[in-house]
């Protein structure tokens, strides 16, 4: 992972840029960001998003990036608030394919699916569901163990306090890749001034046990995984 | 003293310096169950009761140095280790929620000789389920 993390520098810098504004006075270097050694997550930029002041507002949006080239998703951006959390039930998302996406089975992985169709912003913050902009292949282990816990941390401090977050997804691709490596999360609650959320971290985009070539999505059984694939 | 601590389903309690969740009705059980002793906290804690007009409430950073038999203490950002063999009881409140944790409540209570002696659920204001689960030695 670490190599493929410094084949993306150029990637994270230029994401440096843009969020630049973001940073200013911060030089943390995402070529910092550890392998994966059992952690789902590691925090970026010593947690602290790289929204800046200005950014913040009481003003509810949701924005998503157009697909580049190959067909994968960019940064999903948005102020988040009881205004863009959903009010009916969960709909079908099963006809979006995303980039890299495969529809495999190991024994080792709690659903048996090594994959699901991941939203950046999940469902429950922003209600969007077949948004082709919205969803990467993800692997389980980074949609539950990664992802979901941050969301339920936001959604659940907006219906309490009826504030506002700023919140950001960006996946993160290494080159040409169709799956990505990782996803980088922030959101900073508005009314507050972070007081009661703060966060900027990576989510690694690994399933313990499983090999994953993020060119194609296609995986292979580690060879220390004792549970096989599943037809 | 007796503990007050909210976790997660992993125990955590805190992400980033900040508590993982809150809840008004939560406050007002926790509250209610105080108001005929004295509920003691610090002053990261006590903001989140600003609201609530409860006497019971004493706010020091030194709380669990200065609380008494039967007192209560709510934790939120705090290692009780140092403490525990003053701790009689510990009031446990679960999110039934997964959030991140970096620092979890440190008290393995399958040891130690604590007891489940009450389970209860309840719905709080932003959570559609709180369980109370009440331990003693």
Redesign the interface.
């Known amino acids: 992972m670490k190599k493929s993390i410094r084949a993306l520098l150029p990637l994270f810098l230029a994401i440096g840029l843009l969020l630049s504004a973001c940073s200013a006075g911060n030089t943390y270097s995402l070529d910092s960001i550890p392998d994966y050694s059992g952690s789902p997550y590691v925090t970026v930029n010593d947690n602290q998003p790289y929204f800046s002041d200005s950014n913040l507002t009481t003003t509810s949006f949701e924005s998503y990036s157009n697909l580049d080239s190959p067909g994968r998703c960019g940064v999903a951006y948005a102020c988040v608030s009881t205004d863009t959390m959903p009010t009916e039930e969960r709909g079908s998302i099963g006809q979006i394919k995303p980039t890299g996406w495969h529809t495999v089975k190991y024994d080792c992985i709690d659903g048996k699916y090594l994959y699901n169709r991941c939203h950046l912003i999940g469902y429950q913050l922003t209600a969007e569901n077949a948004n082709e902009k919205n969803l990467i292949t993800g692997t389980r282990y980074l949609n539950v163990d990664g992802m979901l816990p941050f969301e339920n941390m936001v959604a659940d401090y907006i219906k309490e306090t009826d504030n506002h977050v700023l919140y950001r997804v960006t996946p993160i691709f290494d080159g040409d890749n169709l799956v990505a490596s990782g996803v980088l999360m922030e959101a900073k609650s508005v009314e507050d001034k972070g007081e009661g959320i703060c966060f900027c971290i990576f989510c690694y985009n690994v399933q313990p046990g499983v090999n994953i070539d993020y060119a194609t999505g296609e995986s292979t059984l580690a060879e220390s995984s004792t549970a096989g694939e599943s037809n | 003293m007796i503990i007050i601590v909210c976790v ?1 389903d992993n125990m955590g309690m805190m ?2 310096r ?1 508590r ?5 009705v939560l406050r007002e059980h926790i509250l209610e169950d105080t108001k005929d002793s004295k509920l003691w906290m610090n002053h990261y804690s006590a903001k989140q009761f600003s609201e609530n007009n409860a006497p019971q409430i004493n706010v020091d950073d030194n709380f669990m140095s200065e609380a008494g038999d039967g007192e209560y203490c709510f934790v939120e950002d705090c290692d009780i280790t140092p403490y525990l063999r003053w701790v009689e009881k510990v009031i446990l409140y679960r ?1 039934n ?4 944790a970096d620092q979890t409540f440190s008290v393995d209570l399958a040891e130690g000789g604590w007891k489940l002696v009450h389970t209860e659920d309840f719905a709080g ?3 559609d389920k709180i369980t109370e689960e009440i331990y003693t030695r």
């Open positions: 997660d992400f980033n900040r993982q969740s809150q809840d008004r999110w929620r997964r959030y991140p204001s932003s959570h």
